[in-house]
């Protein structure tokens, strides 16, 4: 089922004009079948060039990689704007660097509490952007924004209807320390949020119960297929059809293939004499990711760097309903940051 967009009130425009108007700019091109794997997108729109905070700088072990939290209101606003990968309409897409939250308390500097200033500084008056589609903190990329509300609603409709249909609309990429066992399938797991040690942790529910799942247990599901492997490590897309908390980064644990720089669950795969396997997650604290001599080597990082390696898990496409019903999903690209295209030329992955 899609969801059909009718003319909005207040000087919203159509969400397919808004669309169209992307289908029909020079920067559209047609990809492959294979390009939004386990989906027929065709249309992509190409990103603008990448941003500042995007460019190699040197032989800085994590070139481009942002501290927000050292950053002023304003010069977050100025970051922000240059990492708008397109506008149209009342529709912002911006590439979020990692480690940016979304959301957070009152007084802190997220990425909400600077959408007033943002809008201002796009030129949208008095129309504030709202967030449709975001990652959390620690993952980079793609992030939907609207200054109409009722397009934002209708975004929304048709990203919880994909999602009950059991079809994608996300892309993330990910950089694992192991390889998974097979090159493609599915990852299903029941999850639930748990406190523990004054922090809220995901941990999975074996057999969950009718109770587990009222008391707020969830059924999730993650597509994965493997790009390419070398030296120990696998360059994985990940398609999640459900919606929970850390869920592709837990999800990569119970693989065995913890994404690199996941510094909270990445403790939970123990090894002995080479051998993986699972650590209980109830008892299995956080502590920083622990990478072998070898693999420190091929990215160049001593002990204390790899203790400050971001996550890399980057939200790279994101689909957006085509203009008409019967039309193909529109297909949003953001480049992937500056630190995740040194990982991947250290360890010899190759991304096309």
Known sequence: ??????????????????????????????????????????????????????????????????????????????????????????????????????????????????LPELSQSLGLGEKELQVVRASGKETSGLVLLSSCPQTASRLQKFFTHSQRAGRPTATYCAVTDGIPATSEGKIRAALKLEHMDGVNLVVPVKSPSRKDILEGVKKTISHFRVVATSSGCALVQLQPLTVFPSQLPVHMVLELCPVLGDHTYSARVGTVLGQRFLLPAESTKPRRQVLDEALLRRLRLTPSQAAQLPLHLHLHRLHLPGTRPQDAPIELLAPLPSYFSRTLQCLGLHYQ
């Open 1 to 114: 089922m899609r969801t059909t967009l009718a003319p909005e009130m207040g000087g919203c425009r159509v969400l397919g004009q808004v669309l169209g108007g992307w289908r029909r700019g020079p920067r559209v091109h047609v990809a492959p079948e294979t390009a939004g794997f386990g989906t027929k997108a065709r249309h992509q729109l190409q990103p603008r060039g990448s941003s500042k905070w995007f460019r190699p700088v040197g032989n800085q072990p994590f070139p481009g990689l942002l501290r927000p939290e050292s950053l002023s209101r304003e010069e977050l606003v100025d970051v922000l704007k240059v990492a708008v990968v397109d506008q149209k309409g009342p529709l912002v897409t911006l590439n979020k660097p990692q480690g940016l939250p979304v959301t957070g308390k009152p007084g802190e500097l997220t990425l909400l509490s600077v």
